[in-house]
Nanobody, 118 residues
Framework: QVQLVESGGGLVQPGGSLRLSCAAS????????MGWYRQAPGKQRELVAT???????IYADSVKGRFTASRDNSKNTMYLQMNSLKPEDTAVYYC????????????WGQGTQVTVSS
């Protein structure tokens, strides 16, 4: 059974930085596209960034130039480096991975809170 474990959230002042990590446990699979999503209170979950198995990234306009998604395929891990954080970045951040084994399934992390406040 694959599980995604997130870490790295917390409280940071505006203009600060945080790095989120998401690791997939288990074996016998490969990972296709990975993605980061976020959900602020009272809002729908939205896409933040995706990264393909080849390393191609796509970002939401609101985070372009500030956030960087990356992955380490040898560790089944993805990262989200968040710089120049703004109060509007406050949300629960979720990672998503498409796991390829006998079939292809999407998995979600448990979510990690990011709060940007002075």
């Amino acid at each position: 059974q694959v599980q995604l474990v997130e870490s790295g959230g917390g409280l940071v002042q505006p203009g600060g930085s945080l790095r989120l990590s998401c690791a997939a446990s288990g074996s016998g699979f490969s990972i296709s596209t990975m993605g980061w999503y976020r959900q602020a209170p009272g809002k729908q979950r939205e896409l933040v960034a995706t990264i393909t198995s080849a390393g191609t990234t796509i970002y939401a306009d609101s985070v372009k130039g500030r956030f960087t998604a990356s992955r380490d395929n040898s560790k089944n891990t993805m990262y989200l480096q968040m710089n120049s954080l703004k109060p509007e970045d406050t949300a629960v951040y979720y990672c998503n991975m498409w796991i390829v084994a006998r079939d292809v399934r999407g998995y979600w992390g448990q979510g990690t809170q990011v709060t940007v406040s002075s």
